[in-house]
Nanobody, 123 residues
Framework: QVQLVESGGGLVQAGDSLKLSCTVS????????MAWFRQAPGKEREFVAG????????YYADSVKGRFTISRDNAKNMVYLQMNSLKLEDTAVYYC????????????????WGQGTQVTVSS
């Protein structure tokens, strides 16, 4: 059974930075494509960033490109999301997930999820 636990969320001001972490247990982490999604109140869960198995391939939603950086440490079974220049619209619950099949940009392509960590950006 694969388990994911996110951490690092919190309340920050616009323009601040925050780094999220996701610890993965079970499965074979180094062979798994990983991603971060987020869900704001009343909105659908949306793709934020993804990373390939070795960490050399990354891809981002247009809304976070240039501000967020996804990375992974296969030795520690962890994936990270460095968020800089945070905006009010980045407020959401952030989830990490393991890729299964299909488009890497939609949540139905991912089979295991963490419980989420809240990120709130205030003015």
């Amino acid at each position: 059974q694969v388990q994911l636990v996110e951490s690092g969320g919190g309340l920050v001001q616009a323009g601040d930075s925050l780094k999220l972490s996701c610890t993965v247990s079970g499965g074979t982490f180094s062979t798994t494509v990983m991603a971060w999604f987020r869900q704001a109140p009343g909105k659908e869960r949306e793709f934020v960033a993804g990373i390939g198995r070795s960490g050399t391939t990354t891809y981002y939603a247009d809304s976070v490109k240039g501000r967020f950086t996804i990375s992974r440490d296969n030795a520690k079974n962890m994936v990270y999301l460095q968020m800089n220049s945070l905006k009010l619209e980045d407020t959401a619950v952030y989830y990490c997930a393991t890729y299964s099949s299909g488009s890497a940009y939609i949540f139905s392509s991912y089979n295991y999820w963490g419980q989420g960590t809240q990120v709130t950006v205030s003015s």
